[in-house]
């Protein structure tokens, strides 16, 4: 899709260097994604949860969209004994997007990898303690 055709349609202008606000110049994924200048809000060729809702809605409606998700994400983490979350940030699914094992052996994973999706992470355990869970066979 070029500039001119994603103002038409989007009413975005897409000369912004991100629709977000997101910091490109520190992004580690920078050189495979080229922010939302390069492809209008859809960075690594698959759809932004930010850039789709501030497209509908505006940047004012995603800011307090992302406050409240927060706050409801703390109330359930808080409601299970869990530390809070500080912040919200646009993530490639490709980051946030595990291989789950099932019973039969096979993985799948939930996310699509070419996605931006709003996650956060939140510690559980100290750094130096690692977890590995095998999940037996049914058989």
Do not use: W
Request: proline letters at 6%.
């Amino acid at each position: 899709m070029d500039k001119i055709h994603c103002q038409i349609t989007r009413n975005v202008d897409c000369a912004l260097k991100t629709i977000c606000g997101a910091n490109c110049d520190t992004c580690g994924f920078r050189e495979s994604c080229k922010g939302c200048a390069a492809n209008c809000g859809r960075p690594f060729g698959g759809k932004c949860a930010a850039a789709e809702y501030i497209k509908g809605f505006g940047k004012a409606a995603h800011d307090r969209f992302k406050a409240e998700l927060l706050a409801e994400i703390n109330a359930a983490l808080e409601a299970g004994g869990l530390p809070q979350a500080s912040l919200l940030n646009e993530l490639p699914g490709s980051v946030i997007n595990p291989e789950y094992p099932l019973p039969s052996g096979a993985s799948v994973r939930l996310l699509d990898d070419q996605r931006i999706c709003l996650g956060c992470q939140i510690p559980l355990l100290p750094a130096s303690f690692t977890v590995l869970q095998r999940i037996p066979s049914s058989s």
